[in-house]
């Protein structure tokens, strides 16, 4: 399987830069894939969880508040206003998930968006 670049920045600085396999990003018309050569595109990300499929098969899980990401064939960016987390740093994972519902609450996003991106996160605590 090919990878792609992905980069996820939020006003504190860059939080992912990895090589990946695959990224699955919360749109605000809902749920998408994207993998290596994907078409180019612009969309906005709502509130929910980033799910990435990193190059060694592990997988880490970001929440975010809002932002976009911009697509091309070989690199994939995300903008966020605010993202905390979910995997990947198992000692802090209890404190990493009340952070992330408390971004996801105060986002500005329908009341749906934020219960379903909730839901995701205390899912992803679960199988952990």
Known sequence: MELMKLEIVTPNGV??????KQVTLPGSEGEFGVLA??????????TGVIVID???????????????VKVDEEKTTC???????LSGADSDLAQALEAAKELLKSAESS???IAAAVSKVEHIGKSL
């Open 111 to 113: 009341s749906t968006a």
């Open 79 to 85: 903008i966020v206003d605010g993202a905390v987390a």
């Open 15 to 20: 939080i992912f830069d990895a090589e990946v």
């Open 37 to 46: 050569h994907h078409a180019t595109l612009v969309s906005l990300l709502d």
């Open 54 to 68: 990193k190059a060694d098969g592990s997988e880490v899980a970001v929440a975010i508040n809002s932002g976009y």
